[in-house]
């Protein structure tokens, strides 16, 4: 079946320290994967993404990581901010030529402490 | 400059009405969608349009109607509002997808539909 499932529903961390949100997908077919940001009361925001052909993407102060041998998927956020507090969206693109379609995953909630 | 723009952003609304929520994107994107989020958070497809014509209905009950009148707008009908309905609906947009160019999707901000 379809399904992009998260292993960890809340993730709480200190302002400063890294951030590492998990994320498992299950068909090898995808090609092509994105990580959104949902802040409270707003719509998804375009994070970072990452093709197959790659394993390792940066941005500013974020990073993703994907293991296609185990079908991973990871954002790291380097000394997490309060404003980095929302919930995370890894996503799949599933090309089917005209009926691609984005696949959401079921979202971790980062909370970030003062 | 708002690029996915939808209205209303909030609607409270009894069982057994019609409602449309409305969408605009300024990106010059060929691509609409519509997605629903559940009270748990998950953001699920529902429908996409491609220069006008609809590419994906996912098992949507056919109370949903959506209407694109060009590339730019993809609005949203529903007829007779179950309690079921309640979510947040958000609309979005994107270039048409190729193995080269990947496929940003901007979403709009949301429309909260409460039915009662």
């Known amino acids: 079946g379809e399904s992009v499932g998260l292993h960890l529903p809340t993730l709480s961390v200190q302002e400063g320290d890294n951030s590492i949100i998990n994320c498992a997908y299950s068909?090898?077919?995808?090609?092509?994967f994105i990580w959104y940001k949902q802040e409270s009361g707003k719509g998804p925001q375009f994070i970072i993404d990452?093709?197959?052909?790659?394993d390792k993407r940066q941005g500013q102060r974020v990073t993703v990581l994907l293991n296609k041998t185990v079908k991973h998927l990871s954002l790291q956020i380097a000394a997490t901010q309060p404003g980095d507090s929302a919930v995370y969206f890894c996503?799949?693109?599933?090309?089917?030529?005209?009926?691609?379609?984005?696949?959401f995953g079921t979202g971790t909630l980062l909370a970030v402490q003062p | 400059d708002t690029a996915v723009s939808q209205t209303p952003k909030y609607l409270v609304t009894q069982m057994g009405n019609d409602k449309s929520i409305k969408c605009e994107q300024n990106?010059?994107?060929?691509?609409m969608y519509w997605y629903k989020q559940d009270s748990k958070k998950f953001l699920k497809i529902m429908f996409s349009?491609?220069?006008?014509?609809?590419?994906i209905n996912e098992t949507v009950p056919n109370r949903f109607s959506p209407k694109s009148p060009d590339k730019a707008h993809l609005n949203l009908h529903i007829n007779s509002l179950e309690l079921g309905d309640s979510a947040v609906y958000f609309c979005?947009?994107?270039?048409?997808?190729?193995?080269?160019?990947?496929?940003?999707?901007?979403f709009g901000e949301g429309s909260w539909l409460t039915v009662v």
């Open positions: 068909n090898s077919a995808s090609d092509y």
């Open positions: 996503a799949e693109l599933r090309d089917g030529g005209a009926t691609n379609k984005l696949i």
């Open positions: 979005a947009s994107s270039h048409h997808y190729t193995r080269s160019s990947g496929n940003t999707i901007y």
């Open positions: 990106l010059g994107h060929d691509t």
């Open positions: 349009y491609n220069n006008k014509e609809l590419i």
């Open positions: 990452i093709r197959s052909n790659m």
